[in-house]
């Protein structure tokens, strides 16, 4: 059985930094893509970050380019999302998720298997 935890989420003001933790179990991590996903209060699922485990090739989304970075762990059931310059926009329960293509793609009806999620606040 695929499962995807999150870890690192909390509180931060404008301009602080966070780094987010999925870990899987399960399944084989090199096969896939591990995505994260963020989504806001009356607000849709949003892509915004993915990475090929087996070559480490990513894919942001423009909303968090250049201020967020993801990267395979050492541990190779582990990816990390580091999250600078946060802005209050960027609050939003993120979630992990993980897909069997091995496409950089960010739609949500994509992935196979999500996380529970953990809370992101950024306060002004």
């Known amino acids: 059985e695929v499962q995807l935890v999150e870890s690192g989420g909390g509180s931060v003001q404008t301009g602080g930094s966070l780094r987010l933790s999925c870990a899987g179990s399960g399944f084989y991590f090199d096969n896939y893509v591990i995505g994260w996903f963020r989504q806001a209060p009356g607000k849709e699922r949003e892509g915004i970050s993915c990475?090929?485990?087996?070559?480490?090739?990513?894919h942001y989304a423009d909303s968090v380019k250049g201020r967020f970075t993801i990267t395979n762990g050492n541990d190779k059931d582990m990816v990390y999302l580091q999250m600078n310059s946060l802005k209050p926009e960027d609050t939003a329960v993120y979630y992990c998720?993980?897909?069997?293509?091995?496409?950089?793609?960010?739609?949500?009806?994509?992935?196979?298997?999500w996380g529970q999620g953990t809370q992101v606040t950024v306060s002004s």
């Open positions: 998720a993980a897909r069997r293509a091995l496409g950089l793609l960010l739609a949500v009806s994509g992935f196979d298997s």
């Open positions: 990475i090929k485990k087996i070559d480490g090739s990513t």
